[in-house]
């Protein structure tokens, strides 16, 4: 109670500049209706002194701040169930990151679940709708090319570039069906995060490139040598490209 007595005065004191702080505060804040705090602290110290977070305060308690709409996020796909996944030739598709010296690069990589061979690499410096949807483009031809006109089963994670709607187009274009995959489901994008593993570890690192150009020189030299000459387990240690042509040779019309 001492306490109280002796500094009444003090907070009497105090209580006026909040006061004070807040008309000011009011006032230019009505004056400029459109200003966020940052701008009410500027003009209103053309003439008096207070700081910003005091101004930003004093706003927020008056209800002044200007007004922001939210940003609403596009809910995410539900994932879908491998076994429930429609027939047709799946095809996976990922962007995995490297760092270079002074910047950094991803790799978009298509991969044949089936055959386990690399379809496409498409190096670029950021990630984009357009980028995943070349990839994608470019990983089909390959199959038209073996004579594979299977529809089209896409998996890959939820990411921008997937759920776009430049890539989803694309994949209406190619009449193909597009579906978020879990990565710990059998079958699932576990499948392309093993391919992506050896990319980098079993290659990239190896040659440790500097720049995007040295980077995308490597794209030739990795699918000749992981589909052409690495044998693989999962097709009974057949190369990726030994399968696909295997299966090329199924799919043509018998007579």
């Known amino acids: 109670m001492r306490y109280?007595?002796?500094?009444?005065?003090?907070?009497?004191?105090?209580?006026?500049?909040r006061d004070r702080e807040r008309q000011q505060v009011t006032e230019v804040a009505l004056n400029h209706k459109t200003y966020g705090y940052r701008g009410v602290y500027i003009e209103l110290n053309k003439v008096y002194k207070v700081g910003r977070e005091k101004v930003r305060y004093q706003m927020a308690q008056l209800g002044l701040g200007k007004q922001r709409p939210k940003r609403t996020r596009k809910p995410a796909p539900?994932?879908?169930k491998v076994c429930s996944l429609p027939k047709g030739r799946k095809v996976q598709i990922d962007a995995t990151g490297f760092e270079l010296k002074g910047s950094s690069a991803w790799k978009y990589v298509v991969e044949d679940v089936a055959s386990r061979a690399c379809l496409a690499l498409h190096t670029v410096k950021s990630l984009s709708q357009e980028a995943a949807a070349s990839a994608l483009l470019a990983a089909q031809s390959t199959l038209e090319k073996l004579g594979i006109k299977d529809n089209l089963v896409i998996q890959s994670d939820a990411g921008s570039d997937f759920t776009s709607h430049h890539f989803q187009d694309t994949c209406t274009?190619?009449?193909?069906s597009w579906h978020r995959s879990r990565i710990n489901e059998k079958a699932g994008m576990g499948i392309l995060e093993r391919l992506n593993r050896t990319l980098k570890w079993d290659f990239v690192f190896w040659h440790d490139p500097q720049t995007l150009e040295e980077l995308q020189n490597?794209?030739?030299?990795?699918?000749?040598?992981y589909n052409h000459q690495r044998i693989h387990s999962?097709?009974?240690?057949?190369?990726?490209?030994?399968?696909l042509s295997l299966d090329a040779m199924l799919s043509l019309p018998v007579g």
């Open 4 to 17: 109280h007595l002796a500094t009444k005065k003090q907070q009497q004191e105090r209580q006026r500049d």
């Open 78 to 80: 539900a994932f879908s």
């Open 173 to 176: 274009a190619l009449e193909a």
């Open 218 to 225: 490597l794209d030739d030299d990795f699918e000749l040598w």
């Open 234 to 243: 999962a097709i009974g240690y057949l190369t990726p490209w030994q399968k």
